[in-house]
């Protein structure tokens, strides 16, 4: 199976600040990398897929880049409804896999 | 409106059977396969296996397959998540989701149900 190790687990930031999250995949994965949020209690939210290609309603703070085996999703400016936990998937082969998770925190 | 929307929550006790389901709308059934996602309580995602509704294709994980049964119908737009016997550590919550077969959007899970609650207590 491939590993997908997200860095950090966990952050806290303010209103406005960017941040980035990384995802490292334990082989190449081409671009078969896709980005979720999720908010307590509810179903994940795709963002991103194809580790760059925005959703369609996504706002243009996030933003995914990458290739082969590290990605990164950026939030530019973060904003009070980005407070959520955000996991990358690989889709490049089965068993589809997940990271463990980054949640982001407000300080 | 393109949704998944997912049976209610259930309440096992150990070794009973068990189906949920997924219903889906505002799309073509067969022009998507469906994943299920386990989510254990405070936990994250895992990915038990999908069904390709138009060749009645399944694959699983290898950590899921035997203890769960995918499957679908698609006169109603429907598909199933199934255990024979649960067991207390099924306790989760599981979603399905969908995927573009084409892989135009890289096989991402682009539309989500809302999640059923499966609680297997003694």
């Known amino acids: 199976d491939i590993q997908l190790t997200q860095s950090p687990s966990s952050l806290s930031a303010s209103v406005g600040d960017s941040v980035t999250i990384t995802c490292r995949a334990s082989q190449g994965i081409n671009r078969y990398l896709n980005w979720y949020q999720q908010k307590s209690g509810k179903a994940p939210h795709l963002l991103v897929c194809g580790a760059n290609s925005l959703q369609s309603g996504v706002p243009s703070r996030f933003s995914g880049s990458g290739s082969g085996t590290d990605f990164t999703l950026t939030i530019s400016s973060l904003q009070p409804e980005d407070f959520a936990t955000y996991y990358c998937q690989q889709t490049f082969t089965t068993p589809r896999t997940f990271g463990q998770g980054t949640k982001v925190e407000i300080k | 409106e393109v949704q998944l929307v997912q049976s209610g929550a259930e309440v096992k006790k150990p070794g009973e059977s068990l189906r949920i389901s997924c219903q889906a709308s505002g799309y073509t059934f067969t022009s998507y396969w469906i994943s299920w996602v386990r989510q254990m309580p405070g936990k994250g995602l895992e990915w038990l296996g999908r069904i390709d509704p138009n060749e009645s294709d399944v694959k699983y994980s290898p950590s899921f397959q035997g203890h769960v049964t995918i499957s679908h119908d698609k006169s109603i737009s429907t598909a199933y998540l199934q255990w024979s016997s649960l067991k207390a550590s099924d306790t989760a919550m599981y979603f399905c989701?969908?995927?573009?077969?084409?892989?135009?959007?890289?096989?991402?899970?682009?539309?989500w149900g809302q999640g059923t609650m499966v609680t297997v207590s003694s």
């Open positions: 989701a969908r995927i573009d077969s084409s892989g135009f959007d890289f096989y991402a899970f682009d539309m």
